[in-house]
T-cell receptor
Framework: EAGVTQFPSHSVIEKGQTVTLRCDPISGHDNLYWYRRVMGKEIKFLLHFVKESKQDESGMPNNRFLAERTGGTYSTLKVQPAELEDSGVYFC????????????FGSGTRLTVV | QKEVEQDPGPLSVPEGAIVSLNCTYSNSAFQYFMWYRQYSRKGPELLMYTYSSGNKEDGRFTAQVDKSSKYISLFIRDSQPSDSATYLC????????????FGRGTSLIVHP
């Protein structure tokens, strides 16, 4: 079984530019989550998709962040325009059921805004 | 006050030592308690989870939850250099979306 795939693995962009992160969940997993870890801080929840619907987006920091999951398969997270404080590691996770413990995480995208 | 507190370490131990990793929390609504292990440049992977109070053992790993003290622990027996990683505690409420709240993680180094 293929795991959760994220790309790119690393992205360096200038302040004000746009970046799009992609996540391919495990096939058949209806639940997809985005998390972010800023250096030295906890992993923080951003949002939760159930299939193509946003179930909970309470963790999205502001309207510069846009997440989509067309067709309930892969998901993208776009940051536009990027700011310095957006730097961090963005993790995607997927699960078959809503359990709180059955997540499989991807390896993350390390975003550096300079 | 943060909902979940975890000492970031690093914690350095010799091979074969018993390791104790801990988290405290403030929200009494937490019912699910998890430990994740994260190797460098990888995503967290679930090690163990427990529901409510009590102990759970899996090989060299033992998870303990003391809800009265709002304190959870992960013990690693006969630690190996391959156990070197960051260990994150996480906890979630029952009902609703179950979105877990993570600790900062403790960096563990097991040296030969």
């Amino acid at each position: 079984e293929a795991g959760v795939t994220q790309f790119p693995s690393h992205s360096v962009i200038e302040k004000g530019q746009t970046v799009t992160l992609r996540c391919d969940p495990i096939s058949g997993h209806d639940n997809l989550y985005w998390y972010r870890r800023v250096m030295g801080k906890e992993i923080k929840f951003l949002l939760h998709f159930v299939k193509e619907s946003k179930q909970d987006e309470s963790g999205m920091p502001n309207n510069r962040f846009l997440a989509e999951r067309t067709g309930g398969t892969y998901s993208t997270l776009k940051v536009q325009p990027a700011e310095l404080e957006d730097s961090g590691v963005y993790f995607c996770a997927s699960s078959q059921d809503i359990t709180g413990y059955g997540y499989t995480f991807g390896s993350g995208t390390r975003l550096t805004v300079v | 006050q943060k909902e979940v507190e975890q000492d970031p370490g690093p914690l350095s131990v010799p091979e074969g030592a018993i390791v104790s990793l801990n988290c405290t929390y403030s929200n009494s609504a937490f019912q699910y308690f998890m430990w994740y292990r994260q190797y460098s440049r990888k995503g967290p992977e679930l090690l163990m989870y427990t529901y409510s109070s009590g102990n759970k053992e899996d090989g060299r790993f033992t998870a303990q939850v003391d809800k009265s003290s709002k304190y959870i622990s992960l013990f690693i027996r006969d630690s190996q250099p391959s156990d070197s990683a960051t260990y994150l505690c996480a906890m979630s409420r029952s009902g609703g979306s179950y979105i877990p709240t993570f600790g900062r993680g403790t960096s563990l180094i097991v040296h030969p």
